[in-house]
């Protein structure tokens, strides 16, 4: 087997024994998006508006609050030093590990936000548009979170300095993301929106693992 | 005997330190001299507009300080990305000296901005596309210090800030356009932002004075504040010793 897919696999298995660690982000994720119908008001008007914009936001913070383990618990045994030191490409090494997180991560979010698109009075249309947006977008945060957790490696607030590096860079990804919505909700097809995140989602998927390998690089 | 000074001649540390400390104190009087001409000239000879009446003065330090902004973020970047490439320590140093001024020059750039907002547009802040973009360079900006004050290996915090400005730096015109899409999109407030009315002479003059004030206080400031990294990077160095002994027999 492929050394990209071994990784992937063994990233997989070690979260699978520990499912609750898993399902931190899924939970914050549900427990952050219903604040806002509390703090906002019920009326279903205003749900409607807002839900795609508090979707897309609690998504982008669910996915940036594993992103402190990404790689520090391989940082901290020392096996990333071996997985460097191996000879296999390391841009592949940030590849298999962005997957991972989006697997144990995005891919959560995505099965969930219907359900949440539901709480908040959302169409079957926005409903979808919403996935296909969450679908095309949250890869991207998870590449670019696991370059901020690979540039902050074994600091003592690289936690919150993720957020504070990851979340600029994040904006366009909540634009298009949560604009891909409004734009349908509006009445206006989103499909421009749609191609826009896909073109960053290539973009990222070209530029991001080489800037994560060289990040792994300096900080290790 | 006397050879010509090379192309790299500045980018030992100890020649820097000497070059940037003879120039200090021109380029501080450059700066005064210039802004108070262009203050001069901005506010006393410069013609009231016709619609913003003498609100739209502080475009004189409006305006250069946004260039500012944006032109240190480049400058910061690319000496980085030479510090990375080249192994050049002089250029990291300048790097990390020039984000806090780039920094303030995106903060007065904001401030003024809302300062300039409130008696034209009637509100201190839009969700304009210019002015988001501005805030989230502010960001980029403090995020970058921030990461490098957290590690404390210079040469890792120096590599470390280097990849992150060069990531910023190519993600600057995508944030850009992303924010400028979504504004005409959501079209709020139909304020328009093309306020800069017809330009007459004085008011170029003034502007342009100020933006080479702007020029010279960035240039002292940041070789200030890298003669200090210098200083500290350098301290176990020869020459750094020698420029402090003789300090310290004058306070015997």
Redesign the interface.
């Known amino acids: 087997m492929h050394p990209f897919f071994h990784l992937l696999q063994r990233d997989v298995r070690l979260a699978s024994r520990r499912p609750l660690d898993a399902l931190l982000p899924v939970a914050f994720f549900v427990l952050a998006a219903s604040l806002f119908p509390l703090g906002v008001g019920p009326e279903p008007q205003t749900l409607q508006q807002i839900a795609p914009g508090v979707v897309w936001v609690c998504a982008l913070l669910s996915a940036m609050l594993s992103l402190a383990t990404l790689y520090g618990g391989d940082y901290a045994d020392g096996s990333l030093e071996q997985m460097l030191l191996s000879g296999h490409s390391a841009v592949l090494l940030t590849l298999a590990k962005a997957l991972a997180h989006w697997l144990l991560t995005g891919l959560p979010l995505l099965l969930v936000a219907p359900l949440l698109g539901v709480l908040f009075g959302m169409d079957a249309d926005p409903i979808k548009a919403l996935c296909l947006s969450l679908l095309l977008g949250t890869p991207i945060l998870s590449l670019f979170g696991g ?1 901020g957790a690979a ?2 490696l074994g ?4 936690a919150v ?1 993720i957020l ?2 990851v ?3 994040c ?2 990804v909540l ?2 993301g949560a ?1 891909a919505v ?2 349908l909700q509006s009445g ?1 097809s989103p499909a421009g929106h749609f191609s ?1 995140l896909a073109a ?1 989602l290539l973009l990222s998927l070209l ?1 991001v693992p080489v ?1 994560t390998a ?2 792994l690089r ?2 290790v | 005997m006397n050879p010509l000074p090379r192309f790299f001649t500045f980018a030992a540390p100890s020649r820097f330190y000497w070059l940037a400390g003879l120039l200090l104190p021109w380029l501080y009087l450059l700066a005064g001299a210039l802004a108070a001409a262009g203050l001069y000239i901005g506010f006393f000879l410069a013609p009231t507009d016709a619609t913003q009446g003498d609100a739209y003065r502080i475009i004189f330090i409006h305006v250069p300080v946004a260039w500012m902004s944006m032109v240190l973020y480049l400058a910061m970047a690319g000496w980085a990305a030479l510090g990375w490439a080249f192994n050049a320590r002089m250029a990291s140093m300048l790097a990390r000296a020039i984000a806090p001024t780039g920094a303030m020059f995106t903060f007065l750039a904001l401030w003024t901005g809302a300062f300039w907002g409130k008696p034209t547009w009637g509100t201190w802040w839009v969700w304009d596309a210019r002015l988001t973009s501005e805030l989230i360079l502010l960001f980029l900006y403090l995020g970058y210090m921030a990461l490098v004050e957290a590690i404390d290996d210079v040469r890792r915090a120096d590599l470390a800030g280097a990849l992150l400005a060069v990531v910023g730096a190519v993600n600057v015109p995508i944030i850009y356009f992303s924010v400028r899409w979504w504004n005409t999109l959501h079209q709020g407030a139909s304020i328009s932002m093309t306020a800069a009315p017809k330009m007459v002479s004085t008011m170029l003059t003034s502007m342009l004075l100020m933006t080479l004030a702007c020029w010279a206080y960035a240039f002292a400031v940041v070789f200030a504040r890298a003669r200090a990294i210098v200083l500290e990077r350098e301290q176990s160095s020869e020459w750094v010793r020698a420029l402090a002994r003789p300090l310290s027999k004058v306070k015997l």
């Open positions: 370059l540039i902050t600091l003592r607030n690289g300095l504070l590096l979340l600029p860079l904006m366009p634009i298009f604009g409004a734009a206006i826009l960053l530029g800037a060289a990040a300096i900080s």
